[in-house]
Nanobody, 120 residues
Framework: QVQLVESGGGLVQPGGSLRLSCAAS????????MGWYRQAPGKQRELVAH???????IYEDSVKGRFTISRDNAKNTAYLQMNSLKVEDTAVYYC??????????????WGQGTHVTVSS
């Protein structure tokens, strides 16, 4: 079983920055795609960004140029650097990873979520 643990959320003023981390731990596994999703109150969960094992990343249009996703494969960790934060970025941010385990195959795992609040 694999666990994803997120950290780095909090309260920040508009224009500020936060860095989220997502660390995977557990039995022997290989991480394929890692990504960040968010869900604002009353809205559906949406993809923010994801990154493959080679470092190729895609972003949701509203965060392009402000957010950067990265990963450290040796540490099984993904990061989301969020700059120039806006009030509309307020949401619960969830880490997602597509993970291969030899005895299970490929599965999607989710973190517990971390709150990001952008407010003055």
């Amino acid at each position: 079983q694999v666990q994803l643990v997120e950290s780095g959320g909090g309260l920040v003023q508009p224009g500020g920055s936060l860095r989220l981390s997502c660390a995977a731990s557990g039995s022997t596994f290989t991480i394929n795609l890692m990504g960040w999703y968010r869900q604002a109150p009353g809205k559906q969960r949406e993809l923010v960004a994801h990154i493959n094992v080679d470092g190729l990343a895609i972003y949701e249009d509203s965060v392009k140029g402000r957010f950067t996703i990265s990963r450290d494969n040796a540490k099984n960790t993904a990061y989301l650097q969020m700059n120039s934060l806006k009030v509309e970025d307020t949401a619960v941010y969830y880490c997602n990873a597509n993970i291969y385990e030899r005895q299970v195959g490929s599965s999607d795992y989710w973190g517990q979520g971390t709150h990001v609040t952008v407010s003055s």
